[in-house]
């Protein structure tokens, strides 16, 4: 969806707490997004929070970055200096875009709703994490919740990145008319299938996600347990978090065999074209963007049987799913597709032929941009 054909480029303001270098999911996305746009010749503007050390204005691969929201400090002033700020800053640069996209829920969603009859743009808001404590259930637990569902609700568009956050929104209010399905993309020019395939990489397992309670990486330790007492296999643990130096001491105590701690990685397609299988054991997820990065690099995905991972795969047909709170059952899992190899390259086949029709970057980025045109 290129600026062509007689129609003029787009403005297009992408509203975040977090952007570069501070990114988790939703960021990291909406970040993909904005570079594909600004390449097609549109104009992304991103209205972000000060941070200490960054420049308060920057651009990136064509992305125009505004550091400019001024927040009290984490705590119960923060939602309220976050949505005045934004609110101000919206105004301050409403001549700037055409309309606006909240990448998250909710205080960037209720200072679009608060104003938005002031903005003269569209506002599309896009849910990053469903469950508790996901966007919604942020919001509905938040002091004043029946007011700022209904700001939310002033909104002109809503883009649901599951099942369960169509179902969050609907369960919210916004009119079904106005809630789009649009799933996170994969830039398939960066993540691709490995042909080749060493016994060290066919015996290989990869979470890669943050190290918090939520990606449960403590059952994936358990479940390694019970699956690695010979050291058959090798388990890589990628990225970083809170909970790092207590996995690590636990892998120490529980003297378990071939597991690496990575750490940040900064090549994702480095570090999973070093293993056949993905494995992510979370409670609960949106549209969790390293599966996709997984599925289109040709693993085999073995994930917990919970919203927005169910979404992508399907049992037996593109990876395995097994219970969030049954290690053994994990354990199994990994086990099948670790010693079937014919099973395993079927799934993995399955899943990135899946990531190819479903979850194109370029098609996620261009059924945006419909969608803009015609709100616009």
Known sequence: MAAADGQRPLRIAICLSHFHPRVGGAERQMQQLAERWARWGHEPLVLTRRVPGLPRRETLRGVEIRRVSRTCPL????????????????????????????????WEAVATGLICGWLGAPTIVVPALTGPPGDVQQLRAARGSHLLCRLVRNNRCFIAISSEARAELLALGCPPDRVHSVPYGVDLEHFKA?????????????????????????????????????????????????????????SHREQL???????????????????????????????????????????CPVVSRVPGCADLVRHEVNGLLFDYDDDAQLAAALARVLDDAPLRDRLAASARQQIVEQHNLDDIAARFVALFRELV
């Open 75 to 106: 705590g119960p002033l923060f939602g309220l200096s976050f949505i005045g700020s934004l609110s101000a800053n919206l105004i301050r640069f409403s001549r700037r875009y055409d309309v606006v996209v909240d990448g998250q829920v909710p």
């Open 194 to 250: 490995t042909a080749a395939e060493t016994s060290d990489r066919s015996k290989t397992v990869l979470y890669l996600a943050r190290l918090v309670d939520v990606k449960n990486p403590q059952s994936l330790l358990r479940a390694w347990r019970r699956l690695n007492g010979d050291g058959r296999y090798r388990l890589l643990i990628a990225g970083p978090g809170p909970l790092a130096e207590e996995l690590v001491a636990t």
């Open 257 to 299: 065999r071939n597991v690496e701690f990575l750490g940040q990685v900064d090549d994702v397609p480095a570090v999973l074209r070093q293993a056949s299988v993905f494995v992510l054991p979370s409670l609960r997820e949106g549209c969790p963007n390293s599966l996709l990065e997984s599925m289109a690099s040709g693993l």
